[in-house]
Nanobody, 125 residues
Framework: QVQLVESGGGLVQTGGSLRLSCAASGRTVSRYRISWFRQAPGKEREFVAT????????YYADSVKGRFTISRDNAKTTVYLQMNSLKPEDTAVYYC??????????????????WGQGTQVTVSS
């Protein structure tokens, strides 16, 4: 079992920054890659970024590459998503999710076993 709790969402103006946090816990958490997804109203959930347990392997969606950075703290208990140069199209509910190391297709939401409750990010124009 893995428990995930997101925080850090909010309202920000275009061009601003936010940092999301995903607190991960559970005996088997080291067996999982942690990903961020987002879902805007009326749209499908989409992949944003992912990092392995050590934080040495990261991947990003093209839409956020160069603006967002995923990282893990030294204790490996929290995964961060630093979001810079935010745009109105980044507005969505952001979720962190855990993908077993058995799977490599990190862009597939349905492959992720555990999910947080989500945090709202709103970017005003």
């Amino acid at each position: 079992q893995v428990q995930l709790v997101e925080s850090g969402g909010g309202l920000v103006q275009t061009g601003g920054s936010l940092r999301l946090s995903c607190a991960a816990s559970g005996r088997t958490v080291s067996r999982y890659r942690i990903s961020w997804f987002r879902q805007a109203p009326g749209k499908e959930r989409e992949f944003v970024a992912t990092a392995n347990w050590s934080g040495t392997s990261t991947y990003y969606a093209d839409s956020v590459k160069g603006r967002f950075t995923i990282s893990r703290d030294n204790a490996k208990t929290t995964v961060y998503l630093q979001m810079n140069s935010l745009k109105p199209e980044d507005t969505a509910v952001y979720y962190c999710a855990a993908l077993s190391n058995y799977y490599s297709d990190y862009q597939r939401a349905d492959y992720h076993t555990y999910w947080g409750q989500g945090t709202q990010v709103t970017v005003s124009s």
